[in-house]
Structure formats: structure tokens, C-alpha cells
């Protein structure tokens, strides 16, 4: 892991997502970036821009700097390599462009969570950028005061395409040394035997040659439910949910357990993005550009 980026609003939660990032980059001697992006209208006019930039007498721009350079000469900061930087546009839009671009390993964000109708109509920035992220991506919620994780739950169905990408979370793991402990949540519409899922998983950590991780069936209402409960119940330090990032109406209508993961947690939850796949001569195999 060499590069981290840290979305910021200056709320409790990005806070806590930053001393989070810290302690990663300290493990992993990657450099840190923080990140604002001033969120503007859809079609703004050039008198809205300098609206944005300048309000009354304080320069909205220079304020901002002022915060992300008061931040990276924290104390806990100096032996880490960190830079930031300050954007106008859509923020989950430009994190997940800036995170493309740059190549970033990891967004390190924090989450408000949001629930009923405003989560339905409007989301989260932290839910929009685990959807369009190229990368992992960890969402803290509440403070951590020692992040060193050593049992990391891996949610999953564990079909071929969940290997894709699933590379970048073993790297994690393998960084703190970390139990990975795979997980098949059994519900009631989506029901398969012990025996095969125990197959299935071990036939996954066989694959990509595993060797610290456990094998867990668990039988829940919902998936969501099922994984949440799984963590709590065995403490652990972190949930792993792969995602399909989807959008728009798909998403509206079949939703994502790794978003809903991702908001009722409150324990930090890490994700990766499954790449796409097509069919070619009858053949499935990854989408590459």
C-alpha cells in the first residue's frame, strides 16, 4: 500500500476517519492525501463559482488550505509523508476520479449514515464513493482508538467473480497479520446447504491460497442482518463486503449489501469493487478496457 486518500469535511467523522488513515500509513509507510471538495450547483454560474470562493470578507478558499495544512502539522503527523488539496464540484464524483487518476490503494472516509426516506432519495457521500471508487475503500463512523485489526470478517457468496479484486483486501489483511474469517449468510430466500457452502468457501481459499482464515454458514433473515450480527457476536475489527457498485435505478431497486453494510455498521467496514463481466463466445470472463 503506497498511497491513501482522505476525504474531508472537517466533521467529528472525518476526523476519525483521518486517525484512522494515520495509523495505516504509519503501518504501511504509505503517503497521505487530504482531501476537500467544495460541492457546487449542477450548472453554476460564474458569479456562483466567486460566490464559493469568497463570502463576504473571508476568502472560503483560503479557509479551507488554512484547515487541511493546520491538520497535516498535526503532531501525530510527523513522520508521515502527507499532502492536500482543495476541489470545486460534485464530491463523490471527484474522489472517486481523483482516487482513478492518482492511483490511490485506499479512501480512508468517515460516514454520517443516513436512514429511511433521506438515505432512499439523497445516500451518502461515503455510500456514492464505495459505488464508484476504483478502490478499497474504509468507512469509519465512530472513534477508533487503537486500529489494529486482527479479525476481519469477509461477507461474500463466494461465486468466481468475488475473486476479482479480492487481491487488494488480502494485502490488507496481510499487513496486520489479520484472520480472515469467510462468511456465507443462509436466508430463507436464498438458501444453500452447509456442506456445499463449505465447499464453496474452501475451494475460494484454496484459489487464492489462504492460509489464516476460518470457514463460517450463518443463518439470518437477511444478508445485512447476517453479517452484522456474525461481527458482533465474534467481536470483530472489521467487515469486508465486495460490492457491484451499482447506480441509478438498479440500485434503487435492488439496493447493495455492501452500502447498507456500510451504513448501519459501526464498526469500521472496508470494500472492493467487483469488476464487471461479459460474456464472450459463451465464455465468462472479467470486462477489461
Aim: with cysteine; hydrophobic share 40%; net charge negative.
Amino acid at each position: 500500500m503506497k498511497k491513501i486518500l482522505v476525504p474531508t469535511d472537517f466533521s467529528d467523522q472525518a476526523s476519525y476517519a483521518f486517525e484512522v488513515a494515520l495509523s495505516i500509513a504509519r503501518k504501511s509507510g504509505a503517503m497521505l492525501h487530504l482531501y476537500h471538495v467544495i460541492e457546487i450547483p449542477d450548472y453554476p454560474e460564474i458569479t456562483d463559482i466567486i460566490a464559493y470562493r469568497t463570502l463576504g470578507s473571508t476568502n472560503v478558499l483560503e479557509e479551507i488550505e488554512k484547515k487541511l495544512a493546520q491538520t497535516a502539522e498535526w503532531e501525530e503527523c510527523r513522520d508521515i509523508e502527507i499532502a492536500y488539496s482543495v476541489d470545486f464540484d460534485t464530491p463523490y464524483e471527484k474522489i472517486a476520479r481523483k482516487a482513478d487518476d492518482e492511483q490511490f490503494d485506499l479512501i480512508v472516509i468517515g460516514s454520517h449514515g443516513r436512514q429511511g426516506i433521506d438515505r432512499i432519495l439523497v445516500g451518502s457521500t461515503a455510500e456514492k464513493v464505495i459505488q464508484h471508487a476504483p478502490c478499497l475503500v474504509l468507512t469509519i463512523k465512530e472513534p477508533v482508538s487503537w486500529f489494529a485489526p486482527s479479525n476481519i470478517v469477509f461477507g461474500s457468496n463466494f461465486y468466481g467473480e468475488i475473486a476479482e479484486g479480492f487481491s487488494s483486501l488480502q494485502q490488507f489483511a496481510d499487513l496486520y497479520d489479520a484472520t480472515l474469517h469467510l462468511l456465507k449468510i443462509n436466508t430463507r430466500s436464498h438458501f444453500e446447504t452447509t456442506r456445499f457452502s463449505r465447499q464453496l468457501m474452501e475451494s475460494f481459499a484454496e484459489e487464492q491460497k489462504l492460509s489464516n482464515y476460518t470457514i463460517n454458514v450463518y443463518n439470518d433473515d437477511s444478508e445485512e442482518e447476517g453479517i452484522l450480527h456474525f461481527a458482533r457476536d465474534m467481536k470483530a475489527d472489521v467487515i469486508c463486503v465486495p460490492t457491484h457498485g451499482k447506480t441509478g435505478f438498479a440500485h434503487l431497486i435492488t439496493g447493495s449489501i455492501a452500502e447498507s453494510v456500510s451504513e448501519h455498521a459501526y464498526r469500521p467496514v472496508l470494500t472492493y469493487k467487483i469488476k464487471p463481466v461479459k460474456i464472450e463466445y459463451g465464455v465468462i470472463a472479467p470486462f477489461r478496457k
